[in-house]
């Protein structure tokens, strides 16, 4: 069996699939018993947020747990096959395990180290605990996630990440606005990463905060937290309004695409007083902090004159630049989980492949012991009486002494050459043929030439996200089944740097 994690996110769908694709509690348990119910798939477990939608499941397979899974997640939120796929990631093996601790440390998250994922983790294992869809297998593999999680934010600094990004960026006010102690402030958005910012600038001072997002009630409460105003996001004209009114613009949605673009500032500008005295018509100065990825802001809002637009890549050099000859910083505090995350993975994998090469060193001590035996009785036979109680138990003590140091390198060797993700499966499996073994310690001709055919699949490690999305859709379609490409070695490039500021938690 084989770890599988097929989902989607705020990475890679727009807001309005994430929209659709969204489960309540309920739903995402009867995903997750409804998967695993299937023939090739024998556990699974669902994570459902605002920002994200995964099923993490044990497999037999790679295509026929991923056909099962994507057909339970296609039945379960009613999403059509074509418009899910274009949207959904795949890995498999050991970069669904590098994926899932990723996810768990708040790496992969809106609002890079944000910690209520770790709690949305826990709810999900305790719900497929509950329901009897989690199993050993991924019980193990999701408690050592947790254990991960807990391990990056005791290590390192990443609760603060977001924090400090959100400072960077207000820390410039002085320069572009004056004190932001006077200053206007406009939040767009009111996720975790947009609650933050509201906090800040309201424990910064901000003589007046207002919250704009696509639902209303969510604006409200985060308003009404900070002493401020709120408004819907969709109601015409209502961020040309805002923007108009702003010294400082705080943006983070979470959306695909541009909120913020330069038709609507350029309106705002034109009716926005405060200019510099003596400039007739020059509206006042404003700074636009876009913390979202991908970007709120459209480029081209930071060529219009007076406004000075700071991006999470910008924020994120900054931080970087100012971290001390130690290497102390947010740049750090991410690249200082990123290992963590990379050393626990090596691990967990490590002793599980030690622990499936558990059942074919038992089956072959189990075949020699037996052999032993039944050579000893054989003599026993043919000497009768003639053989001396005494002499016949130094004999079996010799001989199982013989059969133990046989024994000892290959078993050894076995283990050590299990680690090896690439060659490991092949050699366990060739112990199993050159024995006549079979996993459960019996002999059964025929059963491990066909699992040493089967390891090229089994070794497919991952699948990248386009090819498991293309798998996926062949699969459902009913097209003949194409062997995923193995790319072994660490995740398909850098996990998220400090400009993946958002997190994917809250409510909706």
């Not at 408004?231 to 015409?236: I, K, N, R």
């Not at 090896?420 to 310690?441: I, K, N, Q, T, W």
């Not at 003949?480 to 998220?496: D, E, H, T």
């Amino acid at each position: 069996m084989t770890a599988l994690v097929v989902g989607l996110s705020h990475r890679t769908a727009p807001l309005a699939v994430l929209e659709r694709a969204t489960l309540d509690g309920s739903a995402a348990r009867a995903l997750a018993v409804r998967a695993c119910g299937a023939d090739d798939v024998a556990e699974a477990v669902v994570l459902s947020t605002c920002n994200r939608l995964e099923v993490y499941s044990e497999v037999a397979t790679f295509h026929g747990g991923l056909a099962q899974v994507g057909a339970a997640l296609v039945e379960a939120t009613g999403v059509p096959l074509v418009e899910l796929t274009d949207h959904l990631y795949v890995h498999y093996a050991d970069r669904a395990v590098e994926h899932l601790f990723t996810v768990v440390c708040g790496l992969d998250s809106m609002a890079v180290g944000e910690s209520q994922v770790l709690g949305q983790v826990r709810s999900a294992l305790r719900r497929g605990q509950e329901d009897g869809s989690v199993g050993t297998a991924l019980d193990g593999l999701l408690q050592r996630a947790l254990r991960v999680g807990k391990r990056a934010h005791s290590e390192t600094g990443l609760d603060h990440a977001g924090h400090s990004l959100v400072e960077a960026g207000l820390a410039h006010a002085d320069e572009v606005v004056g004190p932001l102690a006077g200053a206007r402030v406009l939040v767009v958005g009111a996720g975790a990463m947009s609650a933050l910012a509201a906090t800040t600038a309201h424990r910064l001072g901000a003589r007046d905060i207002t919250v704009l997002n696509r639902t209303r009630a969510r604006a409200q409460r985060l308003a009404e937290a900070v002493g401020g105003s709120w408004g819907a996001l969709g109601e015409e004209g209502a961020l040309e309004r805002a923007l108009a009114e702003a010294d400082v613009v705080l943006s983070c949605t979470g959306a695909v695409g541009h909120v913020v673009d330069a038709a609507t500032v350029g309106a705002a500008r034109a009716v926005r007083g405060g200019g510099a005295p003596g400039c007739s018509g020059a509206a006042a100065p404003q700074l636009v902090v876009d913390l979202a990825l991908p970007r709120d802001v459209a480029p081209e809002v930071g060529r219009l004159p007076g406004v000075v637009v700071l991006g999470l890549a910008e924020l994120g050099a900054q931080l970087a630049a100012e971290a001390d000859g130690a290497g102390t910083g947010v740049a750090a505090d991410l690249r200082d989980a990123r290992a963590i995350v990379a050393e626990e993975a090596s691990s967990y994998l490590a002793e599980r492949r030690a622990a499936a090469v558990a059942p074919t060193v038992v089956a072959l001590r189990t075949q020699a012991r037996e052999v032993a035996d039944a050579e000893l009785a054989r003599l026993r036979h043919r000497l009768g009486p003639a053989m001396d109680e005494r002499v016949g138990a130094e004999v079996a003590q010799t001989l199982h002494r013989v059969v133990s140091t046989l024994l000892h390198t290959p078993t050894v060797r076995m283990k050590h050459l299990a680690a090896d993700a690439s060659s490991g499966p092949a050699y366990v499996e060739a112990v199993r043929e050159l024995f006549d073994l079979d996993a459960a310690g019996t002999r059964e001709p025929g059963a491990a030439a066909q699992a040493l055919r089967a390891v090229p699949e089994a070794r497919a490690e991952a699948a990248p996200e386009r090819a498991g999305a293309d798998a996926l859709r062949a699969l459902l379609a009913g097209a003949p089944r194409a062997v995923p490409s193995p790319l072994p070695g660490p995740l398909p490039g850098p996990l998220p740097d400090p400009a993946a500021g958002h997190d994917d938690g809250g409510p909706r």
